[in-house]
């Protein structure tokens, strides 16, 4: 969370459920509060339900239950204009006719704002994204980084508390993209404006956010730092999503405090946390993030489990090597080490043994 923010809940969605055939929910029973000044990212596959929570929040979709608060005032029969949020959009939505500093200008005169106001919060929004120079131009006369600055930035110029982004970054460039993103973060937390953004894409999220909401299937299915959604994913669904994750299938057959002992498929037997486990017998998935697998035996810790594996592929990476190895009748377990001058390069066809330590494993649902 930005500096200074308040622990108050600024933004609130309570029970807030939508159906657009009145059969069906796209989004089921959202309970979500967020503090002055958050960056919270609302993360997802296509159809999970994190758009509609946004536009929700905008006031373009209405909920069909449940109420939706901004400074603990009900916003549910409030039109988007007067909800006072910023917004940005992936296709920018410039006005092609207009000058730059028209574009910037519009939501002022919306707010009938007077002329000499108007110049001083362009100038000063188009400075805060590094187009002080651009103001004369069109959007036409733009790259596509440059239109997304000026995006931000009328999203900017009213001063908003609240900024909605909707896969603002989706049609930049790699390169680009990650600059930008960079740059909206230290934006919004140097304004202390309080950001909902949404995305599908897992590195954007864990890069910019405060928290993180994963949806699936219209509901949140982990709501954390990054941080703790990589490294303490509460179901499958979250450590397959989040990052890359190796999970093998097995039975519990012992659960004794902070640690259960799984029978894998293939017969082998590990010790893990038990994260989404309750009873003896019961199925699960496994989840091993591939940077916590070692190979090298110099380097495998005393407490480390170790398990046979056979080296299919090896793909050098520059910073990093890449292994696909066959593990408990797993051809997909990866691992992942440094490139560094005393790490091992392995051959495929190679029997090897690697190894984790049992905090590093997560016994989660079978599903």
Request: proline letters at 4%; charged letters at 25%; one cysteine or more.
């Amino acid at each position: 969370m930005a500096d200074g923010a308040s622990n108050e809940a600024f933004v609130e969605f309570e029970r807030v459920q939508k159906s657009y055939d009145g059969e069906s929910l796209v989004v089921k029973d959202l309970n979500l509060t967020m503090p002055k000044g958050e960056f919270l990212t609302m993360l997802g596959p296509s159809g999970s339900g994190k758009t509609t929570c946004l536009m929700m929040l905008a006031g373009f979709e209405t909920a069909t239950h449940g109420d939706i608060r901004l400074g603990g005032v009900s916003i549910n029969d409030i039109p988007p204009h007067k909800r006072g949020i910023g917004m940005v959009f992936q296709n920018y939505a410039l006005f092609p006719h207009m000058t730059i500093a028209e574009n910037l200008a519009f939501p002022l005169e919306v707010r009938k704002l007077g002329k000499a106001e108007q110049e001083e919060k362009v100038k000063r929004a188009l400075d805060m994204v590094e187009m002080g120079s651009f103001g004369g131009r069109r959007p036409a006369q733009l790259s596509g980084g440059q239109q997304q600055r000026v995006a931000l930035a009328r999203a900017l110029v009213f001063e908003p508390e609240l900024v909605l982004m909707d896969e603002p970054l989706g049609a930049l460039d790699k390169q680009l993209r990650e600059k930008m993103q960079f740059e909206i973060t230290h934006l919004a937390h140097q304004l202390g404006i309080t950001t909902v953004y949404v995305t599908h894409d897992q590195t954007e999220a864990l890069t910019m956010s405060d928290r993180v909401a994963v949806f699936d299937d219209g509901r949140i299915q982990q709501l954390a730092p990054p941080d703790k959604l990589y490294e303490a994913p509460e179901n499958s669904f979250v450590a397959q999503f989040i990052g890359e994750n190796n999970t093998l299938e097995g039975v519990v057959k012992e659960i004794k405090g902070n640690t259960c002992v799984v029978q894998l498929d293939g017969g082998e037997v590990i010790d893990a946390v038990p994260v989404n486990v309750s009873e003896v017998g019961e199925r699960t998935r496994v989840s091993i993030r591939p940077e916590r697998v070692e190979y090298n035996r110099d380097r495998l810790h005393e407490d480390a489990h170790t398990l046979k594996a056979e080296v299919l592929e090896f793909i050098y990476m520059g910073d990093i090597f890449r292994t696909r190895l066959r593990v408990a009748g797993n051809d997909e377990f990866i691992i992942k080490t440094r490139n560094a001058p005393d790490q091992v390069r392995l051959t495929p066809g190679t029997e090897i043994e690697i190894g984790w330590l049992a905090e590093d494993c997560r016994a989660l649902d079978a599903t």
